[in-house]
């Protein structure tokens, strides 16, 4: 199996993160699959992802309970929690659900922590398939220090690999296409014996070689950000998807940020390997959330800086996981994520980078196998603007067509350079062919 095949171009779909935290459930799962399949598939979007604590039947928001009582199988591996997903009883899991999906032509995906429960740990159960306990694998020293569910897996010791066998073959028998695996690509996220602060490269290696063993696609998708630029290749090795920021949410100054960390990674953009910006917080938000200090609201980016979000994520090829309720959502926002020109930068665009940055403009430059050039111009400033972009900052001669894409208008012919007015922290983007 080639890891670069479960996601040739970057996967698009919903996360129940931003409206739900730690709590969604079964009902809401299905309402967003269907205004999807009904909606939005035809444009692209196909994955429903279940995020973090589908196995706590108490969540109830972003905030974790510590040391929560979790639903866990006699292999200590973690099951949906019965009151929040009732096909889950009699021991079925996800599959209903995950059925339910593949039925309207979606894919379903599920977030995890890496490491094993320290409710497996406590119990020390057997290993499926083994005579090793979860006592003998587990890395007491290695924690997340923002979630108490886990102990890290110690890769040197016997079993270690046979427990992350047993949770992919026990994902692949629901039919989980995607999975989300949290506290494992950042500086900050383990602890070493040493007390330093150390990359989880290999329990990234062990879930790889789990997938690739359990018989079924599955995309691995790692969290949170910002990855280590330094691993770039050993994340491209194994991993489909990589997040480069902390959780994105709705704020001018986290898309700043994004300007810096998509040009370090844009390099690193190949099929089946992708830098991920993270959610699209647009539409109704936080319907049971508390990040910082924030709840139930629709997202308090404008929409020129919503224009700007989409703009960027496209041209440098970022995986799309939507973070609204997706069926309240408004017409504008619905347009939005439906631009079928826009979109289909994901797919048909490469060489995506950073062509010009002075001052407060922003120039993002792409092509495609047919010639065509894409232009992405950002104003950062608080204020509208007219840019004059000259062509040979470029490389481009010659005359081109212009076309908007997001207005889906041609432009005529520009030949030498590129004159463009830009409202304050709104992008333009431009398709140039001969």
């Known amino acids: 199996m080639n890891k670069n095949d479960f996601a040739k171009t970057p996967p698009m779909g919903w996360n129940s993160w931003d409206c739900y935290g730690a709590s969604v459930t079964e009902k809401e799962l299905k309402q967003n699959a269907d ?14 992802i279940c995020d973090i604590q589908w196995y706590e039947p108490t969540a109830d928001s972003s905030h974790y309970h510590k040391f929560a009582d979790l639903c866990m199988d006699e292999y200590g591996r973690l099951i949906p929690a019965e009151n929040r997903f009732p096909s889950a009883a009699g021991g079925k899991g996800f599959r209903e659900i995950a059925d339910y999906i593949h039925g309207k032509g979606l894919k379903f995906g599920i977030h995890i922590m890496r490491g094993i429960p320290r409710q497996a740990v406590a119990k020390n159960v057997t290993i499926k398939g083994t005579s090793y306990t979860a006592r003998q694998v587990a890395h007491p020293a290695s924690i997340c220090c ?11 010791q016997p079993g270690a690999q046979e427990y992350y ?5 026990l994902y692949a028998s629901w039919g989980v296409d995607y999975i989300k695996v949290d506290d494992i690509c950042v500086k900050y996220g383990r602890i070493n014996d040493e007390g330093t602060l150390q ?5 990234i290696e062990m879930l790889h070689r789990a997938i690739e063993k359990c018989g079924r696609s599955i995309v691995l998708s790692l969290s949170p950000g910002p990855a280590m630029v330094e691993k770039a290749e050993h994340l491209r090795k194994y991993a489909n998807l990589w997040r480069i920021t902390n959780d994105f949410w709705d704020s001018w100054e986290d898309i700043m940020e994004m300007f810096d960390r998509c040009n ?5 953009v190949s099929e089946g390997c992708f830098p991920d910006c993270d959610m699209l917080p647009v539409g109704h938000i936080s319907i049971r959330g508390c990040e910082h200090g924030l709840s139930d609201r629709w997202t308090r980016l404008s929409k020129a800086e919503q224009r700007t979000m989409l703009t960027l994520w496209n041209i440098f090829r970022s995986p799309l996981m939507i973070g609204c309720e997706l069926t309240d959502m408004d017409e504008w926002t619905k ?7 826009v979109l289909s930068l994901l797919k048909t665009s490469r060489n995506a980078h950073q062509a010009i940055r002075q001052g407060d403009m922003i120039v993002w ?3 495609d196998e047919e010639g065509n050039v894409f232009l992405a111009v950002f104003n950062t400033t608080n204020w509208s603007e007219t840019f004059a972009i000259d062509f040979r900052a470029l490389d481009l001669t010659g005359s081109y067509k212009l076309r908007d894409l997001w207005a889906q208008k041609e432009l005529g012919e520009v030949e030498g350079k590129l004159i463009v007015g830009v409202d304050s922290h709104d992008a333009k983007l431009y398709k140039l062919s001969k």
């Open 199 to 203: 990359y989880g490269g290999d329990e």
């Open 146 to 156: 923002w979630n108490s569910d886990m102990y890290g897996v110690d890769s040197t």
């Open 335 to 341: 347009a939005l994520l439906t631009n079928e020109e």
């Open 165 to 169: 066998d047993s949770i992919l073959e």
């Open 35 to 48: 205004y999807m399949a009904e909606h939005l598939k035809k444009y692209g979007w196909e994955y429903i």
């Open 365 to 367: 430059q792409a092509e």
């Open 264 to 268: 370090n990674w844009a390099p690193y």
